[in-house]
T-cell receptor, first 110, second 114 residues
Framework: QKEVEQNSGPLSVPEGAIASLNCTYS??????FFWYRQYSGKSPELIMF????GDKEDGRFTAQLNKASQYVSLLIRDSQPSDSATYLC??????????FGKGTMLLVSP | DAGVIQSPRHEVTEMGQEVTLRCKPI?????LFWYRQTMMRGLELLIY????????DSGMPEDRFSAKMPNASFSTLKIQPSEPRDSAVYFC????????????FGQGTRLTVV
């Protein structure tokens, strides 16, 4: 069983700061990584995925992948209170499904 | 499209009763997933269907759980008999094709077994 580890948090940052969320995974063969955001009481929604080593940017979000060290990060620049949510890291399990970490709760204070 | 539709949104039942959760995937999506989420275990995959056929049910906890997908627009997850440890939020998700496309989650069913 592939394992995905995340710090449960909460990670507290002030509004406007950079929030850094980290995820480590056990399977060196993992090729793609997904970040989902889940607001309290809501369902998960995909915000980014990354396949290659290095950085991938989408607006205020940057995903960073380091396969040698087996970690993937999500940076949120200019954090807003509306970014307060739980962020789930996911890696493929086989060819068709995902296994999720337990998530990191992010709290952005105004 | 209205997205993935799950019903009921909330279910409270007594231990030993049968519970049926329902899911309508997004039209045209050929993959369907049932997940269970708890604080202790996070989001766990229970079963995965592709083109209405169960492909991977290794996450189904025990024989008390069963899932069906009689057609492309409907799936059920049944628990019989239910137990308090089954209390969780159950999500259904659907996806158009392969892993590179986004899976869309329904709003979930919060199940409480007392």
């Amino acid at each position: 069983q592939k394992e995905v580890e995340q710090n449960s948090g909460p990670l507290s940052v002030p509004e406007g700061a950079i929030a850094s969320l980290n995820c480590t995974y056990s399977d060196r063969g993992s090729q793609s990584f997904f970040w989902y955001r889940q607001y309290s009481g809501k369902s998960p929604e995909l915000i980014m995925f990354i396949y290659s080593n290095g950085d991938k940017e989408d607006g205020r979000f940057t995903a960073q992948l380091n396969k040698a060290s087996q970690y993937v990060s999500l940076l949120i620049r200019d954090s807003q209170p509306s970014d307060s949510a739980t962020y789930l890291c996911a890696v493929p399990l086989g060819y068709s499904t995902l296994t999720f970490g337990k998530g990191t709760m992010l709290l952005v204070s105004p | 499209d209205a997205g993935v539709i799950q019903s009921p949104r909330h279910e409270v039942t007594e231990m030993g009763q049968e519970v049926t959760l329902r899911c309508k995937p997004i039209s045209g999506h050929n993959s369907l997933f049932w997940y269970r989420q708890t604080m202790m275990r996070g989001l766990e995959l229970l079963i995965y269907f592709n083109n209405n056929v169960p492909i991977d049910d290794s996450g189904m906890p025990e024989d008390r759980f069963s899932a069906k997908m009689p057609n492309a627009s409907f799936s059920t997850l049944k628990i019989q008999p239910s137990e308090p440890r089954d209390s969780a939020v159950y999500f259904c998700a659907s996806r158009y094709r392969d892993l590179g496309t986004e899976a869309f989650f329904g709003q979930g069913t919060r199940l409480t077994v007392v």
